[in-house]
Each structure stands twice: as C-alpha cells, then as structure tokens.
C-alpha cells in the first residue's frame, strides 16, 4: 500500500484508466462517509475513501496488489450511506476479480478450487455427507415432537429444494436443526441432494463471475433432475 | 409614475429587500406574507461579531428591510395571506385568502400579556423582531379556543381589546402590474439522516442553532438546558447529494456554521468545536484571514461522520474516520449541529401551476418573463447579502417592465 508520506506526481498517472470500470468512482466528493460508517475501516489502515480514490486515480496495480479489499466484508453499509451513489461493495469485487487467481488469498482461492473440483467447499465424500444428514437426522427424531422424522436426500418431485452451507455438515451441524424442525412443523414436502449440495459460491467474494455461474448451474441441474420447481438458497 | 402596483409574494429577506428597492423608485407594493410574522427565516438569524467586529453575516440587514418595509408608506403588508388563484389580461389580478390574525394591530400594544396568561405552550408565538406589529400571533393548531372553545383567558384579559377568537378570514383582490415570487427555500429536513435528527434531544439543525443564539446569547442542550462541553458540527447534511438529487452546495452552511462556532467560543470559551466537513466553502474577502483565526480554536475534521448513537445520559456517539491515520474514532459530545442545506421551497408547485412556469432541474424556480419575476433563494442557494442584491436587481427590472421598457442583462 501507498504510505502517506510517498509522493506521487499527480501528472504522470493516467486518470482515466479505470474508466471502464462500471462504477461512479468519479463522482466521489471525498466526505468520507464511507469510512466513517465501514466497520471494517482502520484495519491495518483499510479506508474505503482512499480507495476509491485510488481508483479514480488510476491506480490500478496498487488496488489489485493491496491488501485492502480483502479486508472488506462487502456488507454494503458504505455505498448505503454513499450521498453520490457510488458503488463501493461492486467496486471492491471488481478490483478482486482482477487478481491472478493463485494469489486469491488462502482459505477463498483453496475452497473454491475445491468447490469446483469436487461440489463442495470441504471436499467432503457423498457418503460422508449422507452419513452426517442421516446421523443429525435420528438426532431430530429423538427429540419429543419430531418422533420418526427423516431428512428426505434427492427427492424427486418435492416442493423444495435447499442447499446447505457447508459449515452445517462441519462444525456447526446443530444449525442444520432448525431450518429442520421449521420444514416438519409446516409439513413442507422439502429435500436435499447428496451431491453439488453447497450453498455458499466463494465466487461471489472472490470476483470469480465464471465459478459463480458453474456453481448455480449444479444447482438448477439438481433442481431439472428432481424436477423441483422452488429453491431455498439460505447462503 | 404613481399608479403603478406590484405583487410581492413573500416577506422573507428577497421580499422586503425588493419592495423597499421598488417603494422608493415610488412604486407601490402589495408585500403578502404566508405566515403571521415578516423575515423568514433570516430573521431569526443571530448576529455573529466577534469582539465587537462585524463578521458581515448580514443578519442585521433583515431586520433593517423589515423596519424600512414595514413604515414605508408605499408597501401594504397583507400577513397570514396567500394567492388563490391569479390571471393576467395585460395586469394582473389575484385573489388573496388571509387567515385570521386574531390579534387587531390596530389595537395591539405589545404588551406580551397574552403569551404570559396562555396555559398552552406554543398556542402564542413570539416574532423575532420588535419590528414585526403585532409581535404576537395566535397559533391555531395549539390553542385551545380552536379545539374545543375551552379557554378564552388571552381575550379576556387583553387589556387594549385587540383579541378577537372569532375573527374570520378574509378575501383581497389585489390589481398588479408585475408580480415578484419571493418566497425562499425549505432547510433540509434532516430526519432520514443517520444523526438521529427529531429522535435525540441533542441533535439540532445550524437554523435550531441560529434561533438558540439569537433569543438568548447561549447555546444550551436542548435535553437538560444545561451549557454543553463539546459540540460536533456535521457540514453538507442534504447538500451534495446524488441521492436526494441534490448536487448543489447550499453556499451559505459553512460560513454560518464556522461564524456560530467562533461566536460560542468567545461567548463560552470553555466549549470545545469539532468540525466535520468536506471542503470548506469561502465566503467574501474576509474569508482567509476568518478562516485562520477559527482554525486555532476549532478541530477541523476532514470527514463527514457515519452513525450518531444517543447514550444513556443523552451524550453522543459519533463514529468517522480520522483522516490521518486512517482509524475510525469514536468520539463523545454533548451536542451536533447539522448543517442542513438550501432546498427548493414546497410552494414552488404552487406557483409553477398558478404562473404556469416550470422550475429548473434541480427544482428552483427563476423567470423574468411576461411580468412575473422571482428574487432571492427560490432561485437557488444565496447568502443574505447576495440575497439582497440580486432583490435589488430584479426591483429594477420590474421597475423597468412596469414603465414599458426593454428588460436587458
């Protein structure tokens, strides 16, 4: 990252390389609302405000090799107080994309190679996987109320269909419960599939717009085979 | 010469200062007025000295056009009134609703018993200047009269029999020459701003601040009306703004709002003033060498603050990045004032209807055709000075139009 105390002559960059970045990084006024209202900004001196500076600029490498969009959550708050409209959560995902993927950090570049080499995040087997729904499934039926309830895996023709973050089959397998428990007491006719079953598209936060489209295609290729018409998508 | 009428619509700073320019060329003038006092919103503008030296904020310049306009004898004031409707076949002519005054002018002495005796809070207003005959009016959404008959104690205990509750409103016709839409802007209403503007006690617009100073010389908490430690102000609050479509810079915020800064310094020197902002907006010759001495005694923040949180004890919390090093701070005060900006006026619609003219882009109304002419800030933002003289400028094109000559820039 730039530190304040390098100078840069202003003359020698050219202001209009990021022009074709569909963003209104142009009209920032500079107020630094979105720096003000980020939760993330401080963090190892992330400002949002200096980076869409930057931008405007034309400092393209600098963005791409800096740590800073990385650091943001993409929650959105900036751009929601943005008094010019200016996209920064989009512009964010865009200085991502334009990353070399190898150097995509760690947990997000290994997860989604895994995704798209094996389905899920976790490379987690089918029968792993089937093992676990089932085993948290008899779990639920312990429970006084919920007496004989299974969790219907590649049901055709069901109502919905639900994909599964894959946190759920992982360390937190008691959240799986809940949205469990909501389906039965509704009688919702619901299932899931043992395979492409992962909800969460790391594509989305790593600007990767090709996995993402590879990842919701398993999905409606799910849905077409067990001609399921409503999908739950809680990610 | 003499016989010449024009139509005023608005008593604010544009509106006095033109027909005090038009009623010495000896034009007569019909001033309307919507609500029941003159000034608009200038007039509860306080004087910004320091030390005794002019800080030319033209406060005092309202409250001298309402003094010339309101003795002069070439202008009539019509208060509480507004156009029905108008038409034009060579003169114009309008039909003027005015509400009930309540309190007979004629007879009112000023005396302020009424506000005294009324067991209603805010059923009496006060004007801001002793200018303004009768300096009191009867505020029908609050008084008791008006709700159900209960309480008659202000006419009954006027001693000069000026209060009758049971006044109606009345019809004018008024015969002109040119007509003048003088009739300002709206501050902007800050309420959707994360500040917490209308739910925190302790959050008020730099209009609240001007008013606070003027009646009584100090700034307090609104919460506790104690004197505050620490005071934010957060600049270009609907100013500047895309979203709003707003792009303008209201002009006036930033020397209003550094002027008061440096008034409550000198008067409360124990106050601490951060101000948050964008750029700071130059007002005058005088600017660099004001701008210098703020800068010693108020934080200057280049950055416009994020969230406002009320604390337990109606402190606030506000949340903005330091521009330094690039951290957010949070940071504790007891009172914020906001900036608010310069917005076209409601009544625009109005006008752009019955004078079938349409308001620009940004939604300010500006002509100077077929004798309907507009002055001041309903043309978009302006400073009290420039105020008066554009009103200065366009009383002559009326009085230039008015004598059949050719209007030329």
């Avoid at chain 1, 590649?154 to 419960?177: C, Q, R, S, Y």
């Avoid at chain 2, 440096?262 to 750029?279: N, V």
Wanted: proline share 4%.
């Amino acid at each position: 990252m730039i530190s304040s105390s390098e100078i840069i002559d202003m003359d020698q960059l050219d202001h209009t390389r990021c022009r074709n970045w569909p963003f209104l990084q142009d009209f920032c006024v500079t107020c630094g609302m979105c720096a003000s209202s980020c939760p993330a900004s401080g963090i190892d001196g992330f400002d949002p405000r200096m980076l869409v500076r930057m931008v405007s600029l034309g400092l393209a490498e600098e963005v791409i090799d800096a740590r800073w969009p990385w650091i943001c959550t993409m929650c959105g708050k900036c751009e929601n107080v943005c008094p010019m409209q200016i996209d920064i959560a989009d512009l964010i995902r865009k200085i991502r994309s334009k990353r070399e993927r190898e150097k995509v950090p760690g947990i997000l570049h290994k997860g989604l190679v895994a995704a798209l080499e094996t389905g899920n995040n976790l490379r987690l087997p089918k029968d792993d996987f089937i093992f676990i729904i089932e085993d948290v499934a008899e779990e639920v039926a312990e429970e006084p109320g919920f007496e004989g309830f299974k969790a219907p895996i590649d049901k055709k023709g069901a109502n919905i269909l639900t994909t599964i973050h894959n946190k759920l089959v992982n360390t937190h397998t008691e959240d799986l419960k809940h949205w469990w428990k909501i389906f039965h007491a509704a009688k919702e006719d619901w299932t899931v599939t043992s395979e492409n079953w992962e909800g969460t598209s790391w594509g989305y936060f790593t600007g990767d717009d090709d996995a993402m489209k590879i990842m919701a295609g398993r999905i409606v290729e799910q849905m077409e085979k067990l001609e399921v018409k409503t999908l739950l998508w809680p990610e | 010469m003499g016989d010449k009428n024009v139509l005023v619509i608005g008593g604010g700073t544009a509106g006095l200062s033109a027909a005090v320019e038009l009623a010495n060329l000896g034009v007569h003038v019909e001033l309307i007025e919507k609500s029941k006092f003159l000034g608009g919103h200038a007039i509860g503008y306080t004087c910004k000295a320091i030390e005794n030296t002019c800080v030319k904020c033209g406060a005092c310049m309202v409250e001298e056009k309402l003094q010339s306009a309101v003795f002069h004898p070439n202008i009539n004031v019509l208060a509480a009134s507004q156009v029905q409707n108008i038409s034009q076949n060579n003169r114009f002519s309008a039909n003027i609703r005015q509400e009930s005054l309540v309190i007979d002018p004629e007879k009112c002495t000023n005396c302020g018993l009424c506000l005294n005796r009324c067991p209603m809070e805010g059923a009496i207003l006060q004007g801001f200047s002793k200018n303004n005959h009768p300096f009191y009016a009867v505020n029908i959404k609050k008084c008791l009269y008006f709700k159900d008959r209960s309480c008659t104690i202000c006419r009954d205990e006027c001693p000069e029999t000026a209060i009758d509750l049971d006044k109606k409103a009345s019809e004018h016709t008024i015969e002109a020459d040119a007509v003048l839409i003088a009739i300002g802007f709206q501050p902007f209403n800050p309420k959707d701003k994360p500040y917490g503007y209308g739910r925190f006690n302790n959050v008020v617009t730099g209009l609240d601040l001007e008013r606070m100073l003027k009646q009584s010389g100090r700034v307090k908490k609104p919460s506790d009306n104690k004197l505050p430690q620490k005071i934010a102000f957060i600049q270009c609050v609907g100013s500047r703004d895309a979203k709003l479509n707003h792009l303008w810079c209201s002009k006036v915020c930033c020397g209003s709002a550094l002027r008061m800064a440096r008034l409550i310094k000198e008067r409360q020197p124990k106050t601490e003033i951060a101000f948050f902002y964008m750029d700071v907006q130059t007002f005058g010759k005088d600017f660099e060498p004001f701008y210098r001495e703020a800068q010693k005694d108020i934080r200057m923040i280049r950055a416009i603050p994020g969230d406002i949180y009320e604390m337990d004890d109606r402190r606030l919390k506000i949340n903005f990045v330091n521009n330094s090093t690039h951290e957010t701070k949070e940071e504790i005060v007891d009172l914020v004032v906001l900036s608010v900006g310069i917005t076209p006026v409601e009544d625009i619609g109005t006008m752009s209807r019955i004078f079938k003219i349409g308001p620009d882009e940004s939604g300010f109304l500006r002509t100077d055709h077929n004798g309907v002419f507009t002055a001041g800030t309903v043309q978009g933002p302006m400073s009290i000075p420039e105020t008066i003289a554009n009103s200065g400028s366009v009383a002559w094109k009326i009085k230039k139009y008015i004598d059949g000559l050719t209007i030329d820039d």
